[in-house]
């Protein structure tokens, strides 16, 4: 319980503070940090929120998102990262010639975590970096209310893809009815994060799984920029589609490859209770958690392809020889 | 609160005590009833356990599954209805020659119930069946134990799809809390109820999400018995996919024709809050909830789904023109 204490209380003694999330937002990064900048208005700092890419329109709906900038100029005396496990994790917004004095607090729960804060806030068992800032905001002595309730509630039910990761303890659950009591629903927020898609979303869906292949434990499909075309398909990938892969028994780990329009190559990676992709992600440059993590390659789509395929089999072999 | 207090009089009253549920048993039919069967053997009641249908394989992890018979002849001196919205759901179970003088104790969350016991127990808000039987459990003076919180689990997170229904308030998260430390584990469940099924499976979704169609507000797709021929899928219908096609932006309204082996069409309805899909799937000798219903029709294929279309069609004009 330190650290949260050690977070506290550096963020009561600053007065400027620049909160920044990852690249390629997903729900607990962006809920996240909404949550904590509306917590530390309310403690009546200046709060600057920043994430080096757009908020993903589906997350448009949590309150003041407009007010994440893409970059800041803005001096401060305090960088807070949230659900970040490396500085790179920033992209630009980690600007060092700036940023370089200024004081890192890192709170995450990523287990691969490389602890780069002042103060390293990393609970690797949390189910959502948003489950652990319910418990610095009350450190804060701040009351939650409707609207950061519903931010921190959208990270636990992003990360937990609606309570059902092997992290859901009945501890998140009790943190869940805080959330509604304060004011979330829970129907509207999974209605919004898992109940909603584009037609065109479902058709990418339709083609990627006529072209499923199995090899040995690992199934995986591909996202190319021709298909893209085809349906005109431009999104970002969607998560739930690795979800789904990963629910077929005749494998083990799902993966989907995303080819950008720059020719890099998106991986989404998945392994059911048991295994770990974690470390592959982590040793291509990416990062996660054991049952859900991704990287991003250089293409062509080929050759990434054969390079992760042939890493997680190995991985696959050895976790399943130390069983 | 009156009723669960009848339910439990008339119970303890019992000593022979027929317990049954609806034909084509989901995860709370089987669930309520496996909990509710274990929870009268710790009150030391000879209970008798009948479903008409058999218990799906993906319920086979139900501790004492094969209790349950497929009839009954034995004597009995109450017969406990779960998750049945009236008499004809019980199927061949339902003998009136030998039932018709044993009182009914009808407990059910359906809106549809047509309230045919001689205690109707009927909390059309609750979120399951089973959610309704965990006050039942304690207004019996029984203790919890890890079986029958495993069950009672199983039929909310059926039945709320895991926590994502609108009737999943609080009270139900916390009922959900109880049961987990009562020694349910919510992501093994979680895992059994919606992250597994075979690879046909996943090739059925990827047929019948070649084939979608949207008629105005109504998406639907069907599998036929020509499809199931040629992907060897033998399998019931997968709810997942009526779930899935129900998330599309563009639809109101989503619908699974299944043609079955002997020529009936199983017919699955979805629709976003707002809108009811109940009534039709009642009118059309079915039942449900207002987000998911369903119904068996005669065939062929193409009348039956001409007749649903049609009723769907104008039951949402209308619906929308009261908006």
Request: with cysteine; hydrophobic share 40%.
């Amino acid at each position: 319980m330190k650290t949260v204490q050690e977070a506290a209380k550096q963020i009561s003694d600053a007065e400027r503070i620049l909160i920044v999330c990852h690249v390629s937002p997903d729900g607990d990064a962006i809920g996240s940090m909404l949550g904590l900048g509306l917590t530390l208005s309310e403690a009546q700092k200046r709060v600057i929120l920043c994430c080096a890419d757009p908020v993903p329109s589906q997350y448009r709906y949590l309150p003041h998102w407009e007010t994440i900038a893409r970059s800041c100029s803005e001096r401060c005396d305090l960088l807070v990262t949230l659900d970040c496990s490396d500085l790179d994790r920033l992209g630009a917004v980690y600007d060092p010639s700036t940023l370089h004095d200024v004081p890192i607090v890192n709170i995450d729960h990523h287990t691969t975590n490389v602890e780069f804060g002042d103060v390293n806030w990393v609970e690797p068992e949390a189910a959502a970096t948003a489950q652990m800032l319910v418990r610095l905001v009350h450190g804060l002595g701040i009351s939650l209310n409707a609207d950061i309730a519903t931010c921190l509630l959208t990270g636990i039910l992003t990360d937990t893809l609606g309570f059902r990761t092997s992290a859901t303890t009945p501890e998140v659950m009790e943190t869940a009815i805080q959330l509604m009591k304060a004011g979330a629903s829970l129907p509207e927020l999974t209605d919004r994060i898992f109940g909603r898609r584009p037609m065109r979303t479902i058709e990418m869906w339709a083609t990627t799984l006529q072209n499923l292949h199995l090899e040995g434990h690992i199934l995986w499909t591909e996202i190319t920029q021709r298909m893209r075309r085809r349906i005109g398909y431009q999104e970002n990938g969607d998560a739930g589609l690795a979800n789904f892969l990963s629910t077929a028994n005749e494998a083990d780990i799902a993966i989907i490859f995303d080819e950008q329009q720059d020719g890099q190559v998106n991986v989404s990676m998945r392994c059911v209770p048991g295994y770990d992709v974690s470390q592959v992600a982590f040793d291509l440059g990416g990062g996660g958690h054991a049952q859900a993590a991704g990287c991003t390659l250089s293409g062509p789509l080929e050759g990434a392809r054969t390079r992760v395929l042939s890493m997680l089999q190995k991985s696959w072999s050895m976790q399943n020889s130390s069983r």
